[in-house]
């Protein structure tokens, strides 16, 4: 298989959902998901279909651990597998070198259904410790909705705004959904 064959088949997997893929294995969605939490008690084959998807994610995540960041959709590949089976919002940022070489990423804030409180002092230290030339913000929207609420917007413009007080580019803020994002720099809502 040719890696552009092999790259074409990653993004046409990567567009089935979690749903229509737990269909194929004929694995009821809620009640595998139920079990993550206890894999101990699982089959001996959903145990062998659990670890193979940790293995998978694991595996993904080592692959763009050093990645290069050159678009809105490269940061959305790197950070997607963090936001997987999360009922909850969470927000995390990627710290980035000169180069766009992920330094790290961090979660800063995890909150409920609708909402995570972001500490800004939490979300600069890493930056200032690396030191970071540029970060990319990040949460999800468990509703599926990636519309930005008005809290977006303003968080989005107070991050912009303490960035640029400390000399620090923020390149992007994505909302993260099942299989796509919301870009506010696509958007030119970036401030």
């Known amino acids: 298989m040719t890696q552009s064959s ?18 194929w294995l004929g694995i009821d ?15 001996e084959d959903r145990r062998k279909i659990h670890a193979a998807y940790v293995l998978g994610r694991r595996n993904f995540w080592h692959a763009n651990q050093c990645s290069v960041i050159t678009s809105s959709q490269s940061a959305y590949m790197t950070l997607s597998s963090k936001f997987e089976l999360l009922e909850q919002e969470v927000f995390v940022v990627m710290y980035l070198n000169r180069a766009h070489h992920i330094q790290g990423i961090h979660e800063i804030a995890r909150g409920g259904i609708s909402s995570a409180m972001v500490d800004l002092r939490l979300l600069f230290k890493p930056a200032i410790a690396y030191p970071s030339e540029s970060i990319i913000v990040a949460h999800n929207h468990p509703s599926g909705v ?19 007080m400390l000399g620090i580019c923020v390149l992007d803020h994505l909302i993260i959904g099942p299989n796509t994002y919301y870009s506010f720099a696509e958007e030119g809502d970036l401030a």
Do not use: C, I
């Not at 609420?149 to 640029?164: G, I, N």
């Open 6 to 23: 092999s790259g074409a088949s990653f993004y046409a997997w990567n567009a089935v959902s979690n749903r229509q893929l737990l269909r």
């Open 29 to 43: 969605e809620k009640e595998f998901f139920n079990q993550l939490h206890n894999p101990l008690e699982l089959s």
């Open 146 to 164: 990636l519309r930005p609420s008005q809290e977006d917007f303003k968080l989005t413009e107070r991050v912009v705004e303490l960035a640029h």
